[in-house]
């Protein structure tokens, strides 16, 4: 087990245009890597971007469908070009890639909060997809399932996370627990004051590393090509989302951040073994659980709503 470099990365995405957010996401996994970094980490839906829009109108009004329209369009299929790119540029950088995206199945119209990981080999080894959108939201995006409540074995130790408000659902946390993670992701839209609070207390809670990441972008970056461009958004000082990047310790200590106002990679060196001497004290799924008293079920089954079975 050796200790890992790594890159929180707080920037603002090609608004609604799939291509040049993939491009600018490439650039900077090059510009992480070049300093060191072997985990780089993304914002939650950060291809093509995060539809703010949701809590600025009504979803269902021609301003609202347009941009679902344009969305719809920008998404991303697993697998295409667009995750052929990100998985080349995760192999240049010999770095294991974590990045939001809008995903959208093939044939589907359907849209999903979705996190991919990648490995250094530049091949896509994970996906998570948001259980539950929250409020506006559930407008655009469909739910998630048990299956992709994954953690991954690294060499620097076991990697996975939650995606924004999926890390307010206590039972969600546990079963990320319960499969050893140490080094949890935290991708997310919440810029919020409270928020690098919750990720130290979900730091101390799990034991474990945490890696919370988010936007920086103000209504100044939403492009004039946008539909309801002008009726939504303003200048530079409408914010969109500050930021709020931070990386936070296994005692609930701050390393890095919180990165606010501004663009920019935050970075810290971290070693699981720190992780792991002060389970000693606490372990939420260990010692410190009571299976007698309480108990969690997590279903892991893949659901689909149509299931073609060829033996029928």
Known sequence: MTSVKVAAVQ???????????????????????????????????????????VWRTTPFSGIGQRLFARLLDQSVVVPSATIAQIGEAAEAAGAYISIGINEREEHGSTLYNTQLYFAPDGSMIAKHR????????????????????TVLETPFGRLGGLTCWENYMPLARAAMYAQGIEIYLAPTWDNDDVWVSSMRHIAKEGRMFVIGVNFCIRGSDVPESVPGRDELYGGADDWLSKGNTVIVGPTGNILAGPLVGEEGIITAEIDVADARAVRHQFDPVGHYGRPEVLELRVNTKALHAVTFDPDE
Do not use: H, N
């Open 11 to 53: 920037a603002s995405p090609v608004f609604l245009d799939r291509q040049a957010t993939t491009d600018k996401a490439c650039s900077l996994i090059e510009k992480a890597a070049a300093d060191g970094a072997e985990l780089i980490v993304f914002p939650e839906t950060f291809i093509p971007t995060y539809p703010d829009w």
């Open 130 to 149: 948001k259980l539950t959108p929250t409020g506006g939201e559930r407008l655009v995006w469909g739910m998630g399932d048990g299956s992709t409540l």
